[in-house]
């Protein structure tokens, strides 16, 4: 017999029974989670945070509550040892190395590496918490969003309306409104949906969003998502999680020179001269995961990504030399022995 004073719910696919007249604050603490680190969605509406301790549950609801977790993957003043700042969409950072939260071996391995690295920003993908493990630890309690910037992003997402309700969790999480949006074709390349790319970003943007978005090298798309709001551009360099380096120097030069926001590298990358080479064709940045998380020691590839990221932009600056044909001699011909 059905208690009548319980309700029957769904959370994150779980049905389960709670007592009539629980609020969703009293339900996220039952389960073991603290209402100010997850975004609540019931019945496809987010709930404001700061109305979750007075909304009542429902017979029937339907909710997901989501966290972060490890996942995906301009000129400016020059400073000591050899960086320089740069800015998007208002806030400035000096790193110009951005670095995923997915595929290490542990939390903590994680944190070592992105402290290696001088990164400063770092994607996070939107998830479900889990339920079933009260005790699994959070990626907050080991890179701190006051001090490093969380970039949620929409890995695994195939149409614009997915990446959208991700990003609308997101943005409840944590309230960031600078994200990184992805929209994949499909799942054997994970190159990017540019139909779907491009309605996203609208949307998005319109919303107050400010999305940074990883796209086709393309200069033409580049050029109509910064129309549409776009405030970074983020070209593949190669197949996400490739580690083959960048296979089309010349389009993503395009792009740098066309754009009026950032250009950034991302997916592709996969030891320090690939991220040198992003540098020295002018890039703002460059995004990697793989190229760290799957290295046989992440932290000490995490100082040469810094370092590569830093010789690059350095190289940049300075100007290469031209190339010439033949040899041109260091040393003067003319008063031989």
């Given at each position: ?44 509406e987010i709930v404001p945070r700061s109305t979750l301790a007075d909304v009542e549950i429902e017979d029937g609801d339907d909710y997901e509550i989501v966290t972060f977790v490890g996942g995906g ?72 969003p006051k001090i490093i910037t969380y970039l949620p992003n929409t890995a695994g997402c195939f149409t614009a309306e997915e990446a959208i309700r991700t990003l609308r969790l997101a943005r409840e ?165």
């Amino acid at each position: 017999m059905v208690d009548d004073q319980t309700l029957s719910i769904r959370v994150n696919g779980e049905h389960r029974r709670v007592p009539k007249g629980m609020t969703i604050a009293q339900l996220a603490l039952e389960l073991g989670l603290e209402p100010t680190k997850v975004a609540v969605e019931r019945n496809l509406e987010i709930v404001p945070r700061s109305t979750l301790a007075d909304v009542e549950i429902e017979d029937g609801d339907d909710y997901e509550i989501v966290t972060f977790v490890g996942g995906g993957d301009h000129v400016g003043t020059a400073t000591e040892g050899g960086t320089d700042s740069w800015t998007v969409a208002g806030r400035t950072f000096r790193s110009r190395l951005i670095v995923g939260t997915g595929k290490y071996k542990s939390l903590e391995q994680n944190a070592a590496a992105v402290e290696a690295s001088g990164a400063e920003i770092v994607t996070v993908a939107v998830r479900r918490v889990n339920i079933a493990d009260r005790s699994q630890p959070l990626l907050m309690d080991y890179i701190d969003p006051k001090i490093i910037t969380y970039l949620p992003n929409t890995a695994g997402c195939f149409t614009a309306e997915e990446a959208i309700r991700t990003l609308r969790l997101a943005r409840e999480a944590g309230g960031w409104t600078l994200v990184k949006l992805e929209v994949l074709g499909e799942a054997k390349t994970l190159y990017p949906d540019m139909v779907e790319t491009l309605r996203a970003t609208e949307i998005l943007a319109k919303e107050g969003f400010e999305p940074m978005v990883y796209c086709a090298d393309d200069p033409i798309a580049a050029k109509r998502l910064e129309d549409l709001g776009a405030v970074a551009i983020m070209p593949l360099g190669a197949p996400i999680g490739s580690g083959l380096g960048l296979q089309n120097q010349v389009m993503i030069r395009l792009m740098v020179e066309n754009s009026k926001v950032p250009v950034l590298v991302d997916a592709g990358v996969g030891t320090a001269s690939d991220a040198a080479v992003a540098m020295e064709l002018g890039c703002d940045g460059v995004l990697m995961n793989t190229a760290i998380a799957e290295a046989k020691d992440p932290v000490l590839m995490a100082r040469a990504m810094k370092a590569a990221v830093e010789a690059g932009r350095l190289a940049y600056r300075a100007g290469r030399m031209g190339k010439r044909r033949y040899a041109d001699p260091s040393s003067p011909l003319a008063g031989l022995i």
